[in-house]
């Protein structure tokens, strides 16, 4: 589908962004192991969540949805049982890295299969470590989907220090360990999202500024009824839409505020972005609050790789403020991105080639010579099928003088089913 984007004069109104796509996974994944019921609320609709949650069902939970209520009756760690040979995790990578370490802990043989853009992702990041800890992972070329899980041997315990700063590779290997007599210990240095450690109540030791999270059979898994906060990754694109665009205030209620996912709220503060948190409060296991943005004059920023992977998932939209913020601003350390649903780097320096912005493309970030005052008419944009590069291209096309153009934007649908409706909210 392409999408016909018009420019806008100014963006008003209160929305609810999508539910967490990261805790809406961990919650379908976390209550298969949970022996029992749990009543998820506010479960996303779309597409990676849907994907988890099918993928859970054929490993043996037994899931109702009604609405936006998910209810799973999980078999627990000893009960899972694949119904089928294959699992299908569509576009989601924190669904196949996430199960596969389940799959190994539980020794279930299983193969896991996803959409093109996901089998071009590698996962040789999570077959070494599970192979020491037992596995046999059949993967094509050695490092693509379809992956083959196995594991005949006994489970080896194992004390891991993550060499890339991914949720997902630590999220694995923990929940791989769950099954061990013995605790696996995930050394952490550089901080990544903490869902899996909040949900399952994971113990953490601090060590010369490292984490150190264990995980055993001994833990006990936490059932998993909450309600899941509004996605701070989809509102990222409405805090930015709303600072960038003139005579704009955009409020959004119940957005998730998890201190490891939301370095965009001070980079946007430090660029000058008039942003207020509002009725802050706690969800389960995870803080929440409502956010208002309001336009203003953006000016750059430097950022660096400590703080990439508490803004991974936000460096498009990112771009897209840093064209608008007077002066050069720059990204670097974020090789990580050339790893995502798309080499998100390559993807973000054709989007802003699309409009003739003005930047540099580097091996592990981007330069950006931003302007307030930057025009352009309008542009046909790719979206290399990959959802933040759609949604980060229709906000870009909210400032030309022209309609714009977005190929495959229904890819949003991957982590925002409601984008484009929302967007006709904001506009009128
Ligand atoms: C995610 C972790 C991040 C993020 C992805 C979701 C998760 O990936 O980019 O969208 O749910 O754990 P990495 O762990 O690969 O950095």
């Not at 190994?104 to 999570?126: F, N, Q």
């Not at 005579?247 to 996912?261: A, F, Q, Y």
């Not at 699309?354 to 008419?377: C, H, S």
Request: aromatic fraction near 4%; proline fraction near 5%; include cysteine.
């Amino acid at each position: 589908m392409i999408k016909s984007v018009t420019p806008a004069n100014s963006l008003r109104g209160t929305i609810t962004p999508p539910p967490d796509k990261s805790i809406s996974q961990r919650a379908a994944i976390f209550s298969l192991l949970h022996d029992g019921v749990s009543v998820i609320r506010n479960y996303s609709p779309a597409q990676d969540p849907q994907s988890a949650l099918a993928c859970v069902e054929q490993l043996g939970a037994d899931v109702t949805q009604l609405d936006d209520v998910v209810s799973i009756e999980g078999p627990g760690r000893y009960g899972i049982r694949p119904l089928s040979d294959e699992l299908d995790c569509g576009n989601s990578g924190t669904a196949m890295r996430l199960l596969a370490g389940v799959l190994v802990g539980a020794g279930t043989g299983v193969k896991l299969i996803g959409d093109p853009s996901l089998s071009s992702r590698t996962m040789k990041r999570i077959i070494d470590p599970l192979e020491e800890m037992g596995a046999h992972i059949l993967a094509r070329n050695g490092a693509y989907a379809p992956l083959f899980v196995t594991r005949e041997d006994p489970l080896v315990p194992m004390e891991y220090e993550l060499p890339i700063a991914s949720a997902q590779l630590k999220s694995c290997i923990l929940l791989a360990g769950l099954f061990g007599e013995k605790p696996t210990k995930v050394i952490e240095t550089l901080q990544s999202r903490d869902h899996t450690e909040r949900l399952l109540n994971l113990d953490i030791e601090e060590k010369n500024g490292k984490k150190i999270i264990s995980a055993s059979l001994k833990d006990e898994i936490p059932n998993q009824s909450y309600t899941i906060p509004a996605d701070f990754s989809a509102a990222a694109f409405w805090l930015v839409a709303g600072s960038i665009v003139e005579d704009s205030e955009i409020k959004m209620e119940s957005v998730g505020l998890n201190p490891t996912r939301n370095a965009l709220l001070e980079i946007l503060k430090k660029m000058g972005a008039d942003i207020t948190i509002e009725n802050e409060r706690m969800e389960g296991a995870e803080p929440v609050g409502d956010i208002i943005v309001k336009s203003a004059e953006l000016r750059s920023i430097h950022i660096e790789e400590e703080l990439i992977p508490n803004c991974i998932d936000e460096l498009p939209i990112i771009a897209v403020a840093m064209t608008f913020a007077y002066g050069t601003s720059t990204i670097s350390g974020a090789g990580e991105l050339r790893h995502k649903e798309t080499d998100r780097i390559m993807a973000i320096a054709k989007m802003l080639k699309a409009v003739g912005a003005n930047y540099e493309e580097m091996e592990d970030g981007l330069v950006i010579r931003g302007n307030p005052d930057f025009k352009f008419k309008s542009a046909r944009f790719r979206s290399f099928h990959d959802h933040r590069i759609a949604m980060a291209s229709a906000v870009l096309s909210l400032k030309g003088s022209d309609d714009s153009q977005i190929e495959d934007a229904e890819c949003a649908a991957v982590s925002y089913k409601g984008f484009w409706d929302d967007l006709e909210v904001l506009l009128q």
